[in-house]
């Protein structure tokens, strides 16, 4: 029962990632048709992290999901989603462009961006209210239903599934804007497949009912000690700094990412896509053989060490080389199969099960800023970059958009990837650390946050 859970609710995180992806592999056409510039595009991306990082919305989504449990946090989360995603693909629809529903009074305020721009950043921001949420939910669900039972390779699986959803994107996108009904096909399907995402977890939440849930901490529990005390753990601080850092240097470059390689290697928009998704494939590939490392012979700090370490190494060939992009792709590619896989199974290693959901939107909250940040960053440096480049420009041929500038600076949110990675392996090496160099085996099961060291005895035998 516990694999057929995975499968489902892995299939539900998957679609929502299909819906978050889809508008990387068309930026150029966002842009020629709706006359956005970069800037605009990026301020697109960055709002979805608007509700989990200045309204707080993931940490009280983590808090939710442990006081009124994964059923209802789960639909409400997956509700938003749907609705955001419907009403992203409604702002770039020629029903509302020539006038429909909600134009006028958009039109009527900030001149400086469209009507369209507008409605479909509500539509992000409602997504981003509901998707981070979700995800925390999924990670909690699995926790519920595999701690000390290979964790680390149910998340390897889980996230074989998830990232489906995105290498489905970057390949079909370019193919479904070509189709008869409109370019905003790719984003009416994207909305399609989230109701469905909403539908399969019902399906989930009917069965759920039968596996009790952990017993809540009672409300007087949450209270901001108990933050400050996850905050006072130097080896979550660490993992969640690492997180934004590398997060950051992955999420936001990938919406710009099929745009790059259209532009530096003249690639066709279908070409660059299905390039794009190379590296997701190879997650897909690999990433099970990371999560039964992690289960059995542990090296969570070094595997984060390495990642963060290929992450700066890919971003550094694509600004400073004109190499071809096939070997920054599978360097990314491996950097992204061995990150996820260690950081996100490390947290139930350090903080009691009933803390799991907050200790999640905690970290969730510190990936969402860099979220937020970088894509308008991107998108105003690429700009910057290209002065004098305009919508009409690209779309009649007569110019392409350099990205070196963009490229460095995910380069250098690489580098500090890699000294926070650094960090917490020294950390662990202390006698405070949680193991987390060790196999899940000889780690006691749920250890309290503020209890730190209480491994094995055979730990000072693996330390560093």
């Known amino acids: 029962m516990r694999w057929i859970v995975l499968i489902l609710v892995s299939v539900v995180l998957a679609l929502s990632f299909y819906a978050y992806d889809s508008l990387s592999p068309i930026?150029?056409?966002?842009?020629?048709?709706?006359?956005?510039?970069?800037?605009?595009?990026?301020?697109?991306?960055?709002?979805?992290?608007?509700?989990?990082?200045?309204?707080?919305?993931?940490?009280?989504?983590?808090?939710?999901?442990?006081?009124?449990?994964?059923?209802?946090?789960?639909?409400?989360?997956?509700?938003?989603c749907v609705l955001g995603a419907v009403i992203t693909a409604y702002g770039a629809s020629d029903i509302f462009g020539r006038g429909g529903f909600g134009h006028a009074f958009l039109g009527s305020f900030l001149p400086r961006f469209s009507a369209p721009l507008k409605m479909m950043i509500l539509g992000r921001f409602l997504f981003g209210l509901g998707a981070e949420t979700l995800n925390i939910v999924v990670l909690k669900i699995l926790v519920k239903w595999f701690k000390g039972r290979k964790m680390a390779f149910a998340f390897s699986l889980m996230t074989i599934i998830a990232r489906m959803g995105t290498a489905a994107v970057l390949i079909l996108s370019p193919v479904l804007i070509?189709?008869?009904?409109?370019?905003?096909?790719?984003?009416?399907?994207?909305?399609?497949?989230?109701?469905?995402?909403?539908?399969?977890?019902?399906?989930?939440?009917?069965?759920?009912?039968?596996?009790?849930?952990?017993?809540?901490?009672?409300?007087?529990?949450f209270q901001s000690h108990e933050i400050t005390g996850l905050l006072k753990n130097r080896s979550f601080v660490f993992i969640c700094l690492l997180c934004v850092m590398f997060y950051s240097a992955f999420f936001p470059f990938l919406s710009f990412l099929?745009?790059?390689?259209?532009?530096?290697?003249?690639?066709?928009?279908?070409?660059?896509?299905?390039?794009?998704?190379?590296?997701?494939?190879?997650?897909?590939?690999?990433i099970p053989l990371v999560g039964w490392f992690v289960d059995n012979k542990g090296k969570i700090a070094s595997l984060l060490l390495y990642g963060s370490g290929m992450l700066?190494?890919?971003?550094?060939?694509?600004?400073?080389?004109?190499?071809?992009?096939?070997?920054?792709?599978?360097?990314?590619?491996?950097?992204?199969?061995?990150?996820?896989?260690?950081?996100?199974?490390?947290?139930?290693?350090?903080?009691?099960?009933?803390?799991?959901?907050?200790?999640?939107?905690?970290?969730?909250?510190?990936?969402?800023?860099?979220?937020?940040t970088f894509p308008y960053l991107a998108g105003r440096i690429t700009d910057l970059s290209n002065p004098g480049v305009t919508s009409g420009m690209i779309r009649a041929g007569r110019a392409g958009l350099d990205y070196t500038n963009t490229s460095l600076m995910f380069a250098g949110l690489g580098i500090m990837s890699f000294v926070f990675a650094l960090m917490l392996k020294k950390e662990d090496s202390r006698k405070s650390g949680f193991g987390l160099e060790l196999p899940e085996k000889r780690i006691k099961p749920d250890v309290p946050v503020d209890r730190p060291g209480e491994v094995s005895d055979e730990r000072s035998d693996h330390a560093g």
Do not use: C
């Open 258 to 286: 099929p745009d790059l390689l259209h532009n530096k290697f003249q690639l066709s928009l279908r070409l660059s896509g299905a390039l794009s998704s190379l590296m997701i494939w190879g997650t897909i590939v690999f």
């Open 178 to 221: 070509e189709a008869g009904t409109g370019w905003t096909t790719s984003l009416w399907g994207s909305a399609f497949l989230m109701l469905l995402g909403l539908l399969l977890l019902l399906v989930y939440l009917a069965f759920d009912r039968r596996m009790p849930d952990a017993p809540p901490a009672a409300a007087a529990d």
């Open 312 to 372: 700066f190494l890919s971003h550094l060939i694509l600004a400073a080389t004109k190499v071809t992009p096939y070997l920054a792709i599978v360097v990314l590619g491996l950097a992204f199969t061995l990150v996820p896989a260690a950081l996100w199974p490390a947290v139930p290693r350090i903080v009691d099960e009933r803390r799991v959901g907050t200790a999640y939107g905690i970290m969730t909250w510190t990936q969402s800023l860099g979220i937020l």
């Open 27 to 80: 930026k150029e056409t966002i842009q020629v048709h709706l006359n956005f510039s970069s800037t605009d595009y990026g301020l697109l991306v960055s709002v979805y992290s608007i509700p989990n990082t200045i309204l707080f919305m993931v940490i009280l989504g983590g808090v939710l999901a442990d006081r009124w449990g994964i059923r209802k946090t789960g639909l409400l989360a997956a509700l938003a």
